[in-house]
């Protein structure tokens, strides 16, 4: 019953946590598209205003330039012929107006489609009107200039009369006081010729009064209508309110640009946009580069390595090694699942714990820290610390297997004396040795050989006998004379014997080598009596798919430097 319900429960919780994350990425799919129709539709209506502003403001440059050609040739024209402009253009304006639609140029913006059909028609319009309204202006400033002149005409003719009507008044007063002075007391008595005379001024002074007033309202009048307006300069057009009639276009493109900001594709776009190119360029780098380099190793450095002198460890050592025996019948393989040791008196073995599969009670077990306390870092290095260190005071069979890995094999390499094996450590799992002799071990550098550098083998381990050594190899180990010349593949290389003659050579096609299906170079020995050492399936340093299997490529160079 337990059973059952953790098992609903795990289905239960397993497809509640599949809903939410279903949940998430179509809420964040949505939110994504949306944000990239936002910044595509802002995008092409900004691009759409700007082309509109573009080309309303080239078009208000042409309208300028011929409506300043056309006004100044008005200069010198008739009232009648600039009266008759201005009623075109006054016409013209009220058919603009009346084309008027509701502004495209506000906040939100209209669709697409919408603003690319309309804002360059909507924009010239706006310039259009912007232009016949100075001319219009300039037009009805002209025709008041030339009014004002016929008024200015007229005022002086007014003028005129009335300077006259009021000098022929002030004759008639000095007349009248004259006659006065002259005849003071007759000018008074009615009947006499003086009192006649004094009349006919008077009534000739009332006519010239009332003459004299009408000509002063009539000059009054005149000046209130005449302007003191002059002729105005030659026509030009306003180019700063030219441009403030594309004000609203640039208020929406401003509008969009700030509401573009917001999207955060926007933000992250010129960025981007900003390092792709180099980033393109790192990316090509990284495919071309290893390319070049392998082809420069491939075409270049393996074809003078494979003509260098090979590098024997028996020279460089100044012996002659004794040849190690080969299996019977030309076997070459030397492994097995499990292999059955004899353990003589006097004899020691030190052996990886993983590796001890049965041995007689008897035995004397104890643990060796260490393979060799000289060599610290190779012993460690090739796993071979903490071994079991086996004796026994009669002859004991001991048995040895992998226990850890099924693919795993065990042979046994036996070193007479005078014999030396050049050997990497990583194969070895332990060792037959007499028990009062030290390990006869021993590490040369090759740092002067080609070769060395290109395989990243610069150190050599030898052992020497008389040594039994227990060797493993993935799906077996095989031992085989070099003969006239063998080549192998260098991750499957364990040792080789020391008389052997040892180098590289390229591998036969560059395609599995660019592809890293094959190394650049294959292990050569040359030898008539050399006998080399191999794995037959090896996966030394090839794990794929493993997140460390770059972490474990390094250490395994590094190990390879040192021969291990």
């Known amino acids: 019953m337990r059973q059952l319900l953790t098992a609903i429960l795990r289905f239960l919780l397993r497809h509640a946590l599949q809903f939410a994350l279903f949940i ?30 573009g080309s309303a403001g080239s078009h208000g440059a042409s309208l300028a330039e011929a409506a300043t050609l056309r006004v100044n040739a008005l200069q010198h024209a008739s009232h009648a012929v600039i ?41 010239m319009r706006r310039v259009e009107i912007e232009v016949l309204v100075q001319e219009s202006r300039y037009l009805s400033a002209l025709q008041a200039a030339i009014s004002g002149e016929d008024a200015r005409q007229t005022l002086a003719r007014l003028h005129a009369e009335h300077v006259s009507a009021y000098a022929a008044l002030h004759n008639n007063l000095r007349q009248r ?66 441009s403030g009639a594309l004000a609203p276009v640039r208020a929406a493109i401003a509008a969009g640009e700030t509401q573009l900001a917001r999207n955060w594709i926007a933000r992250w776009r010129a960025p981007v946009l900003d390092v792709a190119p180099t980033a393109a360029l790192l990316v090509l780098s990284a495919i071309l580069l290893p390319v070049a380099i392998k082809a420069f190793f491939y075409f270049v450095l393996a074809p003078i390595a494979s003509r260098l002198k090979p590098l024997s460890i028996a020279h460089a050592l100044g012996v002659t090694a004794t040849a190690l ?50 060599f610290p870092f ?23 297997s992998a ?12 070193l007479p004396a005078g014999s030396a094996l050049v050997f990497q450590p990583r194969g070895l799992v332990g060792l037959v040795c007499d028990a009062g002799q030290p390990l006869a071990l021993s590490s040369h550098w090759r740092l002067g050989s080609l070769h060395a550098w290109l395989t990243l083998q610069l150190r050599f ?16 180990v095989r031992l085989e004379r070099a003969g006239q010349g063998r080549s192998i593949s260098q ?26 299906q094959q190394a650049l170079l294959n292990d050569r020995f040359d030898g008539g009596n050399g006998v080399y050492l191999y794995e037959e399936t090896p996966r030394h340093g090839k794990q794929p798919g493993k997140v460390g299997s770059w972490f474990e490529g390094f250490t395994d160079a590094i190990l390879k430097v040192f021969g291990i």
């Open 83 to 123: 009266a008759a402009r201005l009623k075109q253009v006054q016409a013209q304006l009220t058919a603009l107006r009346a084309r008027q639609q509701p502004s495209l140029f506000t906040i939100p913006l209209p669709d697409t489609h919408t603003l690319a059909l309309h804002a360059q028609d909507e924009a």
């Open 403 to 414: 226990s850890d890995d099924p693919l795993l094999e065990v042979a046994v390499v036996r």
């Open 24 to 53: 998430v990425i179509l809420l964040a799919g949505r939110l994504l598209l949306a944000e990239w129709r936002s910044y595509s539709a802002g995008s092409e209506a900004v691009a759409a205003l700007r082309q509109a502003s």
């Open 177 to 242: 006081r004259e006659l006065e002075a002259l005849h003071p007391l007759a000018a008074r008595l009615p009947g006499s010729d003086a009192y006649a005379q004094l009349s006919q001024l008077d009534a000739e002074g009332q006519r010239l009064r009332e003459i004299n007033l009408q000509a002063y309202q009539a000059w009054l009048a005149q000046r209130a209508r005449t302007s003191d307006a002059a002729r105005p300069a030659p026509f030009a057009v306003d180019e700063q309110a030219l």
């Open 491 to 516: 991750s499957a290389t364990l040792g080789f014997s020391t008389d052997v003659l040892y180098s590289t050579m390229r591998s036969e096609t560059f395609l599995p080598y660019l592809r890293g």
């Open 325 to 374: 025996p080969l299996p019977p019948d030309g076997q070459s393989r030397i492994s097995a699942v499990s292999q059955a040791l004899q353990l003589k008196p006097g004899q020691q073995m030190l052996l990886h714990p993983a590796y001890l599969q049965a041995s007689p009670v008897g035995t004397h077990k104890r643990t060796q820290w260490l393979l060799d306390w000289r």
């Open 378 to 400: 190779t012993s460690l290095a090739a796993g071979m610390a903490a071994l079991t260190r086996l004796e026994s005071d009669v002859t004991a069979s001991v048995t040895i």
């Open 461 to 476: 381990i030898v052992f020497r006998g008389p040594v039994t050594l227990i060797v493993r190899g993935c799906r077996g």
